[in-house]
């Protein structure tokens, strides 16, 4: 499993209560909550791997460019 991946996995169990607590507060209901804050987990864990990739290879190819 790559380094980028678990630091994902890492924050995202992190993440997960707060937001849920969070979304609770906000709408009065823990069903309603947990379901939002579901579907938040897979939409930005998959945003975030992908994000993660692109900013290495940036970054790989700046460097490289920088050497020429």
Known sequence: MSEHLKKVIAWRTISFPTATTITYLYLG?????????AILLVVMTTIHFFFERFWDNYHKLYDKLNKL
């Open 29 to 37: 209901e823990l069903t309603r909550s947990i379901t939002l804050t």
